[in-house]
Every structure is written in structure tokens, then in C-alpha cells.
């Protein structure tokens, strides 16, 4: 199957700081990554949809100038985590198909990012 | 809009034994069904998905699923568990049509007791 690739796996940080997060569609193009957040014993929770070329779609409650996502070309897509406070420490994951793969298609996951703020 | 119920928490089950994971949906519109597994310290893995066709889904590791469009249920199963079979288990469910992300159910702890 495909591999995305996600880095770092894990990160600390001190309250204040920003903190990036890569994924990588290893060998296969990418035009649309889903990022998730998990929080303990929770589901998945959609948090946008990057869009290679153009602004990330934001799914309702998530604030956009807090998570900026850039997909900047068809194989990494970045999240940053801006002026990070002690409630946003989650476990972050990203996910893509293959390409002209519609919604019958497997999603491919990242190995997930878990952030811890201080 | 979609939304995905998984009864239980978490399911202990010894080895060898039968297990039975339940998923339950809701949805305005018709919707693709998946599980995927997430073992410790991986990324998700996708077990099978229903698309259409035989309600009967066979996926990989020995799981199958059911899908029953009265009871809005996609339970998972599995006749006899490994201890390696142990992991978080999410039933998820997909719209029809576009490259649209997918609609998790908050997920079912496997653990297989030796």
C-alpha cells in the first residue's frame, strides 16, 4: 500500500511556542490531505482538509489561525500549531489516497504526531 | 451529516475465543462503511471496508463485517483471536461521492487475555 509519513512522532514544547508538523505522502502525489485530532480514548475528529495549491478547508470550531496548514506540493502538507497552550497537547494524524481515488478508496494514515505542551 | 457509534469501550476477550465488535451509523444519505485497526505506536490500517453488493465483507487478518442497512450496524468479527490481535479498533464511514475525509466512530479497545 501507499506510505504517508508523518515527523516528528513526538514533540514537546514550552506554552507560548509554535511547533510544526510535517507529512509526507512517501510514494504516491497527494492534491487533498485530512488532518485529524485524537484525544484520549476519543475518536478522530476531522480537523481540515489540505488542499495542494490552495487554503485548507476548516472543519467548524477549528480555529483557523491556530492551525495553519500548508500544503505547499502534491507529496507535504505541514500543520503548525501557533502559540501552543497546554490544551491543544493531542495526537495529531494525517491521512491521503491515492490519487483519483474518489471516497471508495483506502485512506492511508500517517503514524501520527503526538504533541505535549507544557 | 454522518456520525458513527461504537457500543463498547473496550472488549476483553481470551484467546481463541470469538469476538464481536459493534458499530452502529447514522446518516441522511447512503454512505461507504470501513474498520480500520490501530496497533500500538502505528498508524491505521484499514481491515475492510463495504462499498456495495454482498452484505458480507471479508477483510484481512481473519476479520469480517456485516453490513445491515435496516439497523444501520456494520459489527465486526472475528471467530477466533490472537493475542495479536489486540489494538484499537474504528468503524468509520465515508460519503459517496468526491475525495471526502471520513467520519470516525470513537473506537473499540481489543484486548486478547492469554
Known amino acids: 500500500g501507499a506510505v504517508v509519513s508523518q515527523h516528528p512522532s513526538r514533540v514537546i514544547c514550552k506554552s507560548g511556542t509554535s511547533v510544526k508538523i510535517e507529512c509526507r505522502s512517501l510514494?504516491?502525489?497527494?492534491?487533498?490531505m485530512f488532518w485529524y485530532r485524537q484525544f484520549p480514548k476519543q475518536s478522530l475528529m476531522l480537523m481540515a482538509t489540505?488542499?495542494?495549491?490552495?487554503?485548507?478547508?476548516?472543519e467548524q470550531g477549528v480555529e483557523k489561525d491556530k492551525f495553519l496548514i500548508n500544503h505547499a506540493s502534491l507529496t507535504l502538507s505541514t500543520l503548525t500549531v501557533t502559540s501552543a497552550h497546554p490544551e491543544d497537547s493531542s495526537f495529531y494524524i494525517c491521512?491521503?489516497?491515492?490519487?483519483?481515488?474518489?471516497?471508495?478508496?483506502?485512506?492511508?494514515f500517517g503514524e501520527g504526531s503526538r504533541l505535549t505542551v507544557l | 451529516a454522518q456520525s458513527v457509534t461504537q457500543l463498547d469501550s473496550q472488549v476483553p476477550v481470551f484467546e481463541e475465543a470469538p469476538v464481536e465488535l459493534r458499530c452502529n451509523y447514522s446518516s441522511s444519505v447512503s454512505v461507504y462503511l470501513f474498520w480500520y485497526v490501530q496497533y500500538p505506536n502505528q498508524g491505521l490500517q484499514l481491515l475492510l471496508k463495504y462499498l456495495s453488493g454482498s452484505t458480507l465483507v471479508k477483510g484481512i487478518n481473519g476479520f469480517e463485517a456485516e453490513f445491515n442497512k435496516s439497523q444501520t450496524s456494520f459489527h465486526l468479527r472475528k471467530p477466533s483471536v490472537h493475542i495479536s490481535d489486540t489494538a484499537e479498533y474504528f468503524c468509520?464511514?465515508?460519503?459517496?461521492?468526491?475525495?471526502?475525509?471520513?467520519?470516525f466512530g470513537k473506537g473499540t479497545r481489543l484486548s486478547v487475555i492469554a
Open positions: 491521512s491521503a489516497r491515492l490519487p483519483g481515488q474518489g471516497s471508495t478508496g483506502e485512506l492511508f
Open positions: 468509520a464511514v465515508s460519503r459517496l461521492s468526491g475525495n471526502t475525509p471520513l467520519v
Open positions: 489540505s488542499n495542494e495549491g490552495s487554503k485548507a478547508t476548516y
Open positions: 510514494d504516491f502525489q497527494a492534491t487533498t
